[in-house]
């Protein structure tokens, strides 16, 4: 927020997703600035996260759809009567990870597929009332933050504590994968928004691959592709 405070026409609202309190307020204090509309809406919050599925804290994992689905689900239906009344344009920011099988990240991945159903469902629901629903499946972003990973750890006991530092450093952003610069993203991606683009959107690092991939080459190779440096193989060796 602080790099926003002092912009020209910016007014920063706090806004926790998982907090009907903020998004009440929020959506008050929008109507009150607005005169009721809204014009666009995008939906950006989101948790990363990673943990072997054997060893998920399934509390922990309905937290993280508390912030990856019901919250961006929360906010769409607050802001609902604005963007209706403005004939708007709501955006949600999905991840390339929901097409991908990548070790590690199947609840994060598990949660922004699930966010990406609701958009193209949404799409259609809203449209009688001339709201548009643009989802945008992204690729990695260099200023992803990854320091609450620096304390990373897995359960005790798990079977994958040989090749934990391995997962700690692709918790930490640092496995090697290619990242676009955020503003980069930012600036393509406020242009399709405002050229009123509507339905699905792939952008960001790798996406072209990942679409193609995904939608024309076979499983196993894909699946090869997700297993580089994740360690399997090493886990592999030990369990011959």
């Known amino acids: 927020m602080s790099k926003l405070e002092n912009m020209t026409d ?7 997703v998982t907090k009907p309190s903020d998004i009440e307020a929020a959506a008050a204090a929008v109507s009150e600035e607005t005169g009721g509309t809204l014009t666009y809406l995008i939906n950006c919050a989101a948790r990363n996260h990673f943990m ?5 804290d399934i509390e922990a994992g309905k937290a ?16 609902a009567p604005l963007l209706i009344k403005a004939k ?28 990406e159903i609701m958009a193209e469902t949404l ?8 709201v548009g629903v643009l989802s945008v499946v992204t690729g990695a972003l260099k200023t992803m933050g990854q320091t609450h990973f620096d304390d990373w750890k897995l359960p005790e006991g798990s079977l994958y504590a040989p090749i934990e530092s391995t997962i700690r450093d692709r918790a930490r952003g640092q496995e090697g994968a290619p990242r676009m610069e955020a503003v980069d993203y930012a600036k393509r991606v406020v242009s399709e928004i405002i ?20 939608s024309y080459l076979p499983t196993s190779l894909m699946d090869s592709g997700v297993q580089i440096k994740t360690g399997l193989d090493v886990l592999a060796e030990q369990n011959k």
């Open 88 to 115: 708007g344009t709501v955006v949600f920011i999905t991840s390339l990870s929901g097409y991908l099988n990548v070790p590690y990240q199947g609840i994060f991945a598990a949660s922004k597929k699930s966010e």
């Open 195 to 214: 050229r009123g683009r509507t339905g699905k959107f792939w952008y960001g690092a790798s996406a072209g691959a990942v679409k193609f991939g995904t």
């Open 123 to 130: 799409r259609l629901e809203l449209a009688p009332f001339h």
């Open 64 to 79: 993280l759809y508390d912030t990856n689905v019901w919250g961006p689900l929360a906010v769409t239906q607050a802001f």
């Open 52 to 56: 072997p599925l054997l060893d998920e």
């Open 10 to 16: 910016v007014r920063p609202l706090q806004l926790d």
